[in-house]
């Protein structure tokens, strides 16, 4: 099989698959509750997220991994969006990933007549935030098209006007370098079972600059983000850590997954991730040039490689009947609606052979048109 | 061992242990994002929801597997106070789970001034609903003590002023009998990782009554409660279902290990399960009405089986170092602020015999003094 479907659910980690297993029967079987300290199940979320923390340019102590992203980006907004004060815009983009929007549509309107919600389009989205911005939520990297935001230069101009901003880096961390404590970043949330390859569903993390972790404030007060939780207090009191944007008890099998994905980019440089990231991709477009275009295939991603994701996307009129012929021909790429045929790129896994074959097997499925039997076919639901 | 904290994190099913080695080796590794479908994870916060709803008296369609308790509760308590017009008290009790409290008191200034959060003495809950009352949040069984609300009565006072109650489960599903749609029961949430060993920080449940589900309305407004989650559409539009409560993605490692737990109380009628419970319980509060009461135990849960959920708590000065003994005993038991040592009763896994052995261990302990060389380790996290 060749994946390119890693930006949507990572491969298996070897060592993960035996590790699980021993966590189950050994440190639940045998442990049992004694685990939380023995197996250092209660230090998880935070000791996954130190372990994130290098990845997206972060300091240990910055980040937590728990929850869903969708979960993670409510509780970083509502805060944020409780403490402002006067200001009226919320500002995102037209083509974010779906959930970032619904959930600040549940904000807007939980807060009454308080907020608008400002939908921008994302090459005007500089222009769209003011000082009457409340709030800033922006996607790194396009789930669609893999284009990037300049993300240090939109951060700039938000913290120039005082504009809270989070950022989503579900399509980005793992394999783009991220430099959030350089870039001046306060807020931002991102997904481990992409490029981090921490399994399906796998707990989210959340990321909060150490110099605004003292006067951020949880709205979501659950008793692991309590600076006493076992004291059982009657009072809620926040911990004076990261560990404030923790709710309940996290998922331990899959947060153990998650350390097993996070662990593959042990002795890395994420630049040398990127690079081979970007020269994949570069070959990938360049072939597609030569030997898809005349097929009808354009280019969805951007050509600058600063300008995208480890990701390249094409259109194509019947994009979703192709991505079925491709799977046919064990090529696993996503269809993403309407036309969009896109390419996940795995540095981590990935070789550029598999970029050579992919585009052999689409150019022989669009020369002997064995798309077309797939057409009639309904599009289902992919992650 | 002789585990009494089955009510903390419950033991390990059988089958878990080899089908998670499966699921994270074959789905994961070999069937990759195709699992979302091939797996059927994509369904599996609603099958959980599903298996878990004859466990608590609820019907196939209202029950979800997702997110933590804490989360959960959230969930249904923002949005029942956003619908909520004019009533001013949110009320919950006393000695509640710390986490239950925690969470309204979060809500409740994100609110601002338009709630008056009241925590009442449990045996005065009653009196304190009337219809000034906008939510009540109430757990079934006492995590301390393991006395027992009425929840039938209580949910009848509640219905007839028109105030919503949620009710916390956490500690009594898999071990009582519950009858959620008999007893008029509109929202509840529960943990799946006690009475129901699905494992530890296994995903919680969330309960909307049929007659309700229509009218609910999120405020977590996540991808995975779009009525199109798969169309990428530009705009919210909540599913009509039970799944209008899920938010993100959940984490399937964790969830599949649910699975597990509630199939062992397949072929099971919950009164038999309940009726060993009460038995178990009965024998060890006469054991120690002979046996411990001259070593100052004092019995802290109620004496009569139906005012009390699955568990014997006692009250003792040296609680916590009397714990450790045991431990050091190979009895495992819950010692909980300031004086109560726990045994969770499950009647799944538990015999007569254990409680005899227990005892015993108990009464030598008492009776050698052998605990007072653990008087000076401090308490540590246990949850």
New interface residues.
């Given amino acids: 099989?060749l994946?390119f479907?890693g930006n949507?659910?990572g491969?298996?980690p070897k060592t993960?698959?035996t590790d699980?297993?021993r966590v189950?029967?050994e440190?639940?079987?045998g442990g049992?509750?004694?685990?939380?300290?023995d197996a250092d199940?209660?230090f998880l979320a935070r000791k996954a997220g130190d372990a994130i923390a290098p990845l997206i340019g972060a300091s240990a102590g910055e980040v937590v991994c728990a929850?869903?992203?969708?979960?993670n980006l409510?509780k970083l907004a509502?805060s944020l969006l409780?403490q402002s004060k006067d200001r009226r815009t919320v500002v995102t983009e037209?083509g974010n990933f779906?959930?970032d929007?619904?959930?600040l549509?549940?904000?807007v309107?939980?807060f009454g007549e308080r907020f608008d919600l400002v939908?921008a389009e994302p090459e005007t989205i500089v222009g769209a935030i003011d000082g009457d911005t409340a709030l800033v939520l922006l996607t790194h990297v396009n789930f669609r098209t893999g284009a990037a935001h300049d993300l240090a230069a939109i951060t700039a101009h938000c913290n120039a006007h005082g504009v809270p901003v989070i950022w989503d880096l579900s399509h980005s961390a793992g394999a783009v370098p991220l430099a959030l404590n350089d870039w001046g970043v306060e807020y931002a949330v991102g997904?481990t079972?992409k490029f981090l390859n921490g399994?399906?569903?796998?707990?989210?993390y959340i990321y909060v600059a150490q110099h605004v972790i003292a006067t951020h404030e949880?709205?979501?007060?659950?008793?692991?983000s309590?600076a006493n939780?076992?004291?059982?207090?009657?009072?809620?009191r926040p911990t004076d850590g990261i560990e404030k944007c923790l709710?309940?008890?996290?998922?331990?099998?899959?947060?153990r997954?998650v350390m097993h994905g996070i662990a593959c980019f042990d002795g890395l440089e994420m630049s040398d991730v990127a690079q081979k990231s970007w020269a994949l991709s570069e070959l990938l477009i360049d072939l597609a040039d030569d030997r898809l275009a005349h097929h009808r295939f354009t280019v969805a991603s951007p050509r600058e490689p600063e300008e995208r994701g480890s990701q390249v996307s094409f259109r194509h009129p019947e994009a979703y009947a192709v991505s079925k012929a491709l799977r046919a021909a064990g090529v696993?790429a996503?269809f993403?609606?309407p036309d969009i045929l896109r390419f996940g790129i795995t540095p981590l896994y990935m070789r550029h052979v598999d970029i050579w074959d992919a585009v052999d097997a689409l150019a022989g499925i669009m020369a002997g048109e064995s798309w077309v039997a797939h057409r009639t076919e309904t599009?289902?639901?992919?992650?």
């Fill in positions: 099989m994946y479907n949507s659910l491969a298996l993960a698959a699980i297993g189950v029967q440190e639940w079987g049992l509750v004694e685990s939380w300290l199940w209660f929850d869903s992203t969708s979960v409510f509502v409780r037209r779906p959930t929007v619904y959930i549509e549940g904000l309107q939980l939908v997904c079972y399994g399906p569903g796998a707990p989210a949880p709205v979501v007060t659950g008793w692991f309590h939780q076992f004291g059982f207090e009657d009072r809620y709710v309940g008890t996290p998922p331990i099998l899959s947060l997954a696993v996503d993403r609606s599009p289902d639901a992919v992650t």
